[in-house]
């Protein structure tokens, strides 16, 4: 089974392209180095302010990767918010 979240990042700090590198960068370092899991920037650095974050997982437990992703999404809303962003949007897919 895999677990797909997809979350959607206001970054109000951003001033340019660099600050919402730094926070995106930040947030995906983070995440990788306190789950396993993969992490991605899924849409175009076009807009300074918004980003969209891919995270994936995969188990034979459907209830392992509920919770994983669970853990991941409270992971982020915390760093996210000490980096001067918000979760202004998240949800699961399983495959």
Excluded: C, P
């Excluded at 947030?27 to 899991?37: Q, T």
């Excluded at 969209?52 to 994983?68: E, K």
């Amino acid at each position: 089974m895999i677990a797909f979240l997809t979350l959607e990042i206001h970054i109000e700090a951003a001033q340019s392209l660099k600050d919402r590198r730094q926070v995106v960068r930040s947030l995906k370092d983070k995440l990788r180095a306190s789950f396993n899991i993969a992490v991605a920037e899924l849409d175009a650095a076009e807009l300074w302010n918004r980003a969209t974050i891919g995270v994936v997982s995969i188990s034979t437990s459907r209830d392992y990767l509920d919770g994983l992703m669970k853990n991941v999404e409270n992971a982020a809303t915390r760093i996210a918010n000490n980096s001067g962003a918000e979760i202004a949007d998240s949800f699961v897919e399983f495959i």
